[in-house]
Each structure stands twice: as C-alpha cells, then as structure tokens.
C-alpha cells in the first residue's frame, strides 16, 4: 500500500529541552516531498542555552536519495524557511577616551522573523509504516532586533533531531 502522509514527534527536542517539535509530510513521489514542522519551546528561562526560540513554524522541501524498495527513505537533503519568534542576550561596551565615562549595557531583546537553512538526514521505515529519523543542519536568522537594528549576535542555529512517524 502506497502512503501519502506521515506525522512526526522529534524526540530529541522532548529529552534536551521541554519542548515539542511535531512535523506533517507530504509525499509528492517516490523521491520527494514538502512539508511543515511546529516547535514550541517550554523552557520559558532559555536554562538549557540550546534554542533560543519560543516557537518556530518551518515549512520544507525534501529531496531523497534512495537505494531501497521504501518510497521517501534514505538519505535525504532538505532546504527550509522558518517564522520563529524568540529572545537573545547582548552585551554592548561603549569606550571613550575618559575612562570615568566608559559604560556597558547587557540585556534581553526580542526577535521576530524570518529564518532559513538546510539539513541532510536518513529516515528508514519498517513493513508496519512506523518511521525513524535523525537529521542535522544549520539555520540562520534574518530577523530584527526590537529597536529594529538587524540582528547581529548568534544569527546561525543548529538543527538536530531525533523522530519516530507514522505513514498513513
């Protein structure tokens, strides 16, 4: 039987962070596919210094590589876009040539906006339709900072990921 669709819990997300990264995909054929993944990150205190993002939507593309029977199996490429939201610290130190007024700031601003990478992964299914993943890549934001200065500081974020799907 032929699958079209499969759901996905990132599992990897759930042990790091308390967060949930759920993803639906599309398949359009054997060797590709789109889709969308959701994140929310629970860690409200960004204690675990990982993500940094409240919520991130991530829309996506999949090219695979396949060298068995499963149709979207295999070693795979995935360029994507994000709509994420989430906080940052900084630190700016101003210097002057009198030493008395030399000043620093550090603080939290918000961020809102775009973001965009790649990944590379393998999923292998088994005969019941259940799924198994494990991908990483790299992002990058293109966001603006709450004053509206572009986003300078920590503009390129990992991607990993651990997830177990369902075909149906």
């Given amino acids: 039987m032929i699958t079209r669709h499969e759901v996905r819990l990132d599992i990897f997300q759930l042990i790091v962070l308390p967060g949930i990264d759920v993803s639906y995909e599309r398949f359009i054929d054997d060797l590709s596919s789109w889709g969308v993944s959701a994140f929310i990150n629970f860690d409200n205190e960004f204690s675990e210094a990982y993500r940094f993002e409240h919520f991130e939507i991530s829309p996506y593309y999949r090219l695979y590589f396949k060298k068995n029977n499963a149709h979207n199996s295999g070693f795979f490429v995935q360029p994507f ?20 007024n030399n000043s620093s700031d550090y603080g939290v601003n918000d961020f809102f906006g775009l973001a965009g990478g790649a990944l590379i992964g393998r999923k ?10 494990i991908h990483a ?8 900072e709450s004053d509206n ?8 974020y990992p ?10």
């Fill in 81 to 100: 876009l994000s709509l994420t939201s989430g906080e940052y610290d900084y630190y700016s130190e101003e210097l002057n040539f009198n030493a008395a």
């Fill in 124 to 133: 292998w299914v088994n005969q019941k339709r259940y799924t198994f993943e």
């Fill in 137 to 144: 890549g790299v992002g990058r934001y293109f966001v603006l």
């Fill in 149 to 156: 200065n572009a986003y300078r500081d920590g503009t390129a």
């Fill in 159 to 168: 991607r990993i990921n651990f997830s177990i799907g369902r075909r149906f």
